[in-house]
Each structure stands twice: as structure tokens, then as C-alpha cells.
């Protein structure tokens, strides 16, 4: 059973820096692509950034492109968002989890982030 534990988050003012790191228990974690995902209040939860299963190719969404980075530590069995140049619309919890998602595998507690002067 896989287990996913967000954490990192925390209140920072615009412009700021946060880095986010994900542990996840369990063999799989090291055969699939992962994500960090976010949801804001009142909006559906969406896909920030990606990165594979070696760690060499990563995929971001266009709100974060140039300011977010992913990366994986596979012997750690950890996953990082590094989060720069952060914005008040970047305000949500954050969450990791496989991609595409196993209906098999459920959602960890997630991290809130929260950007605001």
C-alpha cells in the first residue's frame, strides 16, 4: 500500500520561495512518473508539474513554467517542488501523486501553501 506524505508548505510573501518535499512509501514509487498537483479553494485540483521515472524529463504547467521545479530523489523514494518567484494565485495545497493517477492509490494530506503580504 502506497502512503504519500506532503510537506514544506507554509505562508510566504509574493515573490518568496518555498520548497516542498513529498515522501512516498512502497516499491512503486521508483517505476512511475510523478506529479505535484494543487487545488485552490473553489477550483479543481490540477496538474503543476510532472517529472519521469529516471528523473531526466520534466513537464510544467504554463502558471508555473520558469518559477516551479520538480525533481526525485529514487533511493530516497522523495519527490521535490521548489517553488520560486511565488504569487498570491499560487495560493492552495499542494499534493504529489502518480502520473497519470491509479484509481488504486489515494491522495496523501497535502501542503498548504499560502502567498500573501
Known amino acids: 500500500q502506497v502512503q504519500l506524505v506532503e510537506s514544506g508548505g507554509g505562508l510566504v510573501q509574493p515573490g518568496g520561495s518555498l520548497r516542498l518535499s513529498c515522501a512516498a512509501s512502497?516499491?512503486?514509487?521508483?517505476?512511475?512518473?510523478m506529479g505535484w498537483y494543487r487545488q485552490a479553494p473553489g477550483k479543481e485540483r490540477e496538474l503543476v508539474a510532472r517529472?519521469?521515472?529516471?528523473?531526466?524529463?520534466?513537464n510544467y504547467a504554463d502558471s508555473v513554467k520558469g518559477r516551479f521545479t520538480i525533481s526525485r530523489d529514487n533511493a530516497k523514494n522523495t519527490v521535490y517542488l521548489q517553488l520560486n518567484s511565488l504569487k498570491p494565485e499560487d495560493t492552495a495545497v499542494y499534493y504529489c501523486?502518480?502520473?497519470?493517477?491509479?484509481?488504486?492509490?489515494?491522495w496523501g494530506q497535502g501542503t498548504q501553501v499560502t502567498v500573501s503580504s
Open positions: 501523486n502518480m502520473v497519470p493517477l491509479d484509481p488504486l492509490i489515494g
Open positions: 517529472v519521469t521515472r529516471g528523473g531526466l524529463t520534466t
Open positions: 512502497g516499491s512503486i514509487f521508483s517505476f512511475n512518473a
